[in-house]
């Protein structure tokens, strides 16, 4: 009975344990599922890429100039499912040469969970002592677990401090119609500013000032700034102003106050502009300044070389006369003319002409006989009191004749005619034949008569009208010259006389100017016509892709000894 009743008691406890097994088993089972949904999560693995990466500095130039921001940036992008955390980017400089630059070198970005991205900016700075060279930057991304991206490197140029030197390069004044500065009437200056220096300006402040009392700003904008003023580069500014009745002063003092970052790189001017002066139309100021590379800055300009720094030869010659013409602006006084058919640079041409016919001819200004857009009442009257003049100072009487402008041949007989502003092109009744001019000089029995003709005289049928090349067409025939006369004419047969556009000059005109500067009139005529010749000839195929060839007639009184004759 005793071992039933303990077999009884084993049975049940061996139940007992079943049922305990039964349960820890199905607890077990639970936890097992738990576990393996736990590894599916932690096989979720986060995967960061580099992308879009570009470096950015101020006047783009792709260098880190001193003292100059600039940074880099890229895309951190976690391309896989799992969170990259503690995500941080780092930046440094291969061999710890920093160049003379700083630069941001932990940004942190936190945590990134799956197919999530991030924009970082890495800033730098080029400092005052940065050098020439080149630094080399490692830009790495890290994760706290070592899920790390792949990391980028950078390769920049750096150069060391470059000065600015913001100058004032040019200024012209002018008023609309041109003429002598009256009170009470608007006077306009025209500037170029340019940074002559081989390195970047910035914030560069242009400010303009009246000192004088009774002077009176009267444009939209006294003050000007840039941003950036690269090496080499211009600024053309206009400051538009007057001086009223109440002014009583000869002069009208104009300041130009310029500074930039650095406070040390820029410098202020004064000018002057006087009640009696005579100024060129503003339509007649055209800007040449261009920004040229830093290793060959020249001075930019508003005007040509051969405008500025005219020698003067001390010899007067009272027996020499000079009429000058530059006929531009056919279209103000014909109707249904546009611009194109006015001639360009006409006046520019003739005004600069001027100044030496006096410096370096020799002409006494009250001799000089100046006419721009001369209609045909004008031009005749001026032909003929320079043709009395001379004819009453006998043998010793010397004529100058310039023109630039249109001219234009007969239909019929071919005879070239030089065009009045007034004049039209299909109808030449009033037109000035140039065998006129030349018999009209001739006869004056002058002992030396000089031509320049920036123009040419062959033109294509009334259909083409006031061509929009520097005139028309035809060299002057042989019979038309006569006395002790030389004329140079601009171009032969049937070419056009073109514009040098960079230089505001006619071609032609601009390498004869050209030349009287450069040996100050010391110059015999068939060296002048030699060189004119062959610079005009090359340059016109290289600037207009055109052929233009200056010719010389000569009469036969003058045919053994004028290339002997000297300017002055």
């Not at 790390?148 to 000065?163: G, Q, V, Y």
């Not at 299909?426 to 000089?450: C, H, M, P, W």
Request: charged share 25%; proline share 3%.
């Amino acid at each position: 009975m005793k071992a039933q009743l303990l077999f009884l008691i084993l049975i049940s406890f061996a139940a007992g344990i079943a049922d305990a097994q039964v349960s820890s088993g199905k607890s077990q089972s639970k936890k097992i599922t738990f576990k393996k949904e736990n590894t599916a999560a932690i096989h979720e693995l986060p995967d960061l890429i580099i992308k879009e990466e570009k470096f950015v500095d101020e006047d783009q130039n792709k260098i880190i100039n001193a003292n100059e921001d600039c940074y880099i940036s890229f895309v951190v992008e976690n391309i896989g499912k799992g969170v990259a955390q503690n995500v941080l980017a780092r930046a440094s400089i291969k061999d710890n040469a920093k160049m003379g630059i700083t630069f941001e070198e932990l940004i942190e970005l936190g945590d990134m969970g799956g197919d999530n991205r991030k924009e970082v900016m890495i800033p730098i700075q080029g400092k005052l002592n940065t050098e020439d060279g080149y630094v080399e930057f490692l830009i790495e991304v890290l994760e706290s677990r070592g899920f790390d991206a792949f990391p980028l490197e950078f390769k920049i140029e750096t150069r060391k401090f470059a000065e600015p030197n913001v100058v004032l390069a040019d200024a012209v004044f002018s008023t609309e119609d041109g003429g002598n500065i009256k009170l009470n009437y608007p006077i306009n200056l025209k500037v170029l500013v340019q940074n002559i220096g081989e390195g970047h300006a910035r914030d560069v402040k242009v400010k303009f000032e009246l000192p004088g009392t009774n002077c009176i700003f009267l444009g939209e904008n006294d003050d000007y700034s840039f941003d950036y003023l690269n090496s080499g580069e211009t600024k053309e500014l206009d400051f538009l102003f007057t001086a009223t009745r109440r002014y009583t002063e000869s002069m009208i003092p104009v300041a130009v106050e310029m500074a930039e970052s650095y406070g040390r790189y820029a410098k202020d001017t004064l000018m002057y502009v006087g009640l009696e002066e005579n100024l060129t139309a503003k339509n007649q100021v055209v800007i040449t300044g261009k920004p040229t590379a830093a290793t060959t800055i020249e001075m930019a300009s508003l005007t040509s070389d051969v405008d500025k720094n005219i020698p003067v030869v001390f010899t007067s010659k009272p027996f020499r006369y000079a009429l000058i013409i530059g006929n531009e602006d056919y279209s103000r006084y014909q109707r249904g003319l546009n611009d194109e058919s006015n001639v360009e640079f006409a006046r520019n041409d003739a005004s600069i002409f001027k100044e030496y016919a006096m410096k370096i001819f020799g002409v006494e200004e009250k001799n000089l006989f100046f006419l721009t857009d001369a209609t045909a009442g004008e031009m005749e009257q001026k032909i003929d009191l320079i043709s009395k003049l001379a004819a009453k100072s006998g043998q010793e009487a010397e004529i100058l004749f310039y023109y630039a402008g249109h001219g234009l041949p007969d239909e019929t007989s071919k005879e070239p005619y030089i065009i009045p502003v007034d004049v039209s092109g299909s109808n030449l009744n009033s037109a000035i034949k140039l065998a006129d001019v030349y018999k009209s000089f001739s006869e004056t029995g002058a002992q030396r008569i000089t031509v320049f003709l920036d123009a040419c005289f062959s033109g294509g049928g009334r259909d083409a009208g006031l061509l929009a090349a520097r005139g028309v067409k035809v060299k002057p025939r042989e019979e038309m010259v006569s006395g002790n006369m030389v004329v140079f004419s601009a171009s032969s047969g049937e070419q056009s006389s073109l514009p040098y556009r960079n230089e505001q000059h006619g071609m032609f005109t601009y390498f004869l100017l050209k030349k009287l500067q450069e040996t100050k009139g010391n110059i015999t005529y068939g060296r002048l016509a030699d060189f004119v010749k062959n610079q005009v000839s090359i340059e016109s195929l290289r600037i207009n892709s055109k052929e233009q060839d200056p010719t010389v007639q000569v009469s036969l009184t003058v045919n053994v000894f004028w290339e002997d004759w000297e300017i002055n």
